[in-house]
């Protein structure tokens, strides 16, 4: 069955760097805008204090920023280290449809680890679900480095 994207018409995996950053930079501005008027830009480490400060929130609105934020956190943890296996697999001239497919999965990943975390994990029993998302990624990357280093030995 023929694929719909063509995973061979051109190298995107250096273009996911800046597309993984922006991944990492959603949930927190989702958490701001949750957040309104107790986010201060002078003092943004600030915003889940004040939030919980503040009565008009909501239990799961609080529980939201919070995770929105450490969704943030936990993403920019493995940025540098997806962007490091990105450039060995290139380095070592790893094919163009194997990089394309493995970077857009990683997108993916990030993508569904934070829906799940932030969105679903209103529900804890979907725990298990970012800690998978969370894993594929990590599977990626290590499956990045790994096929680079095969590849130049």
Same mark, same amino acid.
């Given at each position: ?12 995996? #250096? #273009? ?11 949930? +927190? ?12 830009? %002078? +003092?943004?480490?600030?915003? =889940? =204090?004040?939030? %919980? ?23 920019? =943890? ?6 490091? %296996? *990105?450039?060995?697999?290139? *380095?070592?001239?790893?094919?163009? =449809? ?15 680890? +934070? ?7 209103? +529900? ?14 990590? *599977? ?14």
């Amino acid at each position: 069955m023929a694929s719909l994207i063509d995973f061979t018409s051109g190298n995107w995996s #250096y #273009y996911t760097i800046p597309a993984a950053f922006f991944l990492c930079m959603l949930p +927190n501005a989702y958490a701001t805008k949750l957040a309104g008027r107790n986010y201060d830009i %002078a +003092n943004p480490r600030k915003t =889940e =204090e004040l939030c %919980a400060k503040d009565t008009s929130l909501d239990k799961v609105t609080l529980q939201r920023i919070s995770r929105a934020r450490a969704a943030t956190a936990n993403g920019f =943890e493995t940025l540098g280290l997806y962007a490091a %296996a *990105v450039v060995a697999g290139n *380095v070592a001239g790893l094919p163009t =449809e194997r990089m394309n497919k493995l970077t857009l999965a990683y997108l993916g990943s990030r993508a569904a680890y +934070n829906y799940v975390y932030v969105v679903l994990q209103d +529900n804890a029993r979907m725990a298990g679900l970012r800690s998978l998302a969370w894993l594929v990624g990590i *599977v990626i990357i290590m499956t990045l480095f790994v096929s680079a280093g095969m590849t130049l030995n």
